[in-house]
């Protein structure tokens, strides 16, 4: 909402060239460039006048072709380059006039969404701190504005799951998702996304094998081209991988990193989303069917180091730690540190998504990963949170024994068979998914869970990964740039 509410806005629905400035920060809070992208404008973030010529000058020039530049009024911008962009103004006191904008500046993507349903029936000055106030209370943050917010905003992003055209398609829809997910939660409102994870599910089926075709500037598409993007953007760099951290997590540990700049982007882990599987594709930058030991974590540290060396770093400059104290000599160029945390909560979890949500709010509130972040920053290194697969809420349909081949993770979403009779027999018992070995060794067949479903306990609700859905497959990519005012 808050995204098509800037782009109505801002005028761009009249201009195919657009420069969005944005002092106040609110795309990397509120993701509203989204939007302009869904309109078939290409983002452009603006850093200086030889980069954008190189890159972009034809375009800017050439008819037709949908720019949506991001800036600061502080960077020059040549007259040239400038008199062929509609400018736009994007602050909190341009928006919403009626309101005092210092009572809107520590607002999230929620917040805001919640703020574009409530304002537009608002005819009144506010402008007062203490009126600003009020009708955040009573009006915005309302339990009737937000379940209506709700109910019309999982509508809405099933239609737009059914009518995907682009890969990309599902990393704003799986952000969305989570917002919805988490406002849920906060606010007691029952509402059922699981249709969204179904039309993941038939799509990853479909297409997820032609995904490694793909190259964006925004992330990696797949876990196993991080390592490659990482190297290629920095000099320096950390990555931080949070285990199990899935958009809903992000969504409530992010609201500990107000005031640090950072660009939101996502990638796909692989599937099956099981630790041994897609975190070593992720550090190692092979695919599964590569790996030295696809079914076990003991080669993580080798393949991770291995895959450093290829991309040109010698042994004293590469760092590999785990847990939020981690150090590195000042020799170390390429770190990777492994944070356990969540996947953790998500194993013991017993209280489903409202464990989740408290428990991820006492850990984002205790800024262990912020303050390790601020603490690499500082040292001169670009730093890189992401995750190896997400979780989700799940029901048992009893226990597994016996079957398939002994995987070293707590996953419960999925089986790997080896010269199995009888694999017919549990696909129909179960109502398991067949998945056709995208990337994966052939000599196994891997039957997944359907969606909402796992091999715990009869009946038993349960957080877990392994599976197929949006909640598992779609993890948060975050860059922080040392140079950006962070360290």
Partial sequence: MFGDYVFEKSSAQYTDKILLLDDENLNSRANYISAFSAHGFEIVRYTDDLTFRIEYEEKLKSPGEKLAVIAHTEQYIPYDVRRRLSAYMVSLEKLFPKLHPAMLKDMDKAGFDLLCAAYPANFD???????????????????????????????????????????????????????????????????????????????????FGKLSQNIDKASPVLVSKAMDYMHGYSDKFIVIVMDGMSEFDW???????????YEKSSMFAMIPSTTSVSR??????????????????????????????????????IGYERGYDAQFGSFVRCGAVIINDVDDMVHAQQQGRLGMFNDITVLANQKKLL???????????????????????????GKLMGTGVEVETKSRRMVALKDFADKAGLIEKH????????????????????????????????????????????????KIKAVQKNG
């Fill in 280 to 317: 070593q594709c992720l550090l190692s930058g092979k695919y599964p069917s590569q790996l030295l030991e696809p079914w076990k974590q003991s080669k993580e540290k080798t393949e991770f180091v291995n895959c450093a060396k290829d991309l040109g770093y010698s042994d004293t400059q």
């Fill in 431 to 478: 109502g398991l998914v067949e998945y056709p070995k995208y990337y994966l060794p052939k000599e196994y067949d891997y039957l997944i869970c359907d969606v909402g479903d796992s091999f715990d306990a009869k009946g038993d609700d349960v957080m877990t990964h392994g599976g197929i859905t949006l909640d598992e497959v779609v993890v948060p990519f975050i």
């Fill in 371 to 397: 303050e390790m972040t601020q603490r690499f920053l500082a040292a001169g290194y670009d730093v890189y949170i992401t995750a190896d697969h997400g979780n989700t809420a799940c029901t048992g349909l």
């Fill in 251 to 261: 969504k409530i540990i992010s609201s500990s990193f107000v005031g640090l700049l």
């Fill in 125 to 207: 000055d506010l402008r007062q701190k203490h009126d600003t106030e009020m009708f955040l209370r009573l009006k915005v943050y309302a339990r009737a504005n937000v379940k209506a917010y709700l109910k019309k905003t999982v509508n809405d992003l099933i239609e737009k799951a059914k009518s995907v055209s682009r890969y990309s398609d599902w990393f704003s829809i799986a952000e969305e998702k989570a917002q919805v997910d988490v406002m849920a939660v906060q606010y007691d409102v029952d509402v059922d996304t699981q249709e969204i994870n179904r039309l993941f599910q038939q799509y990853a089926l479909a297409q």
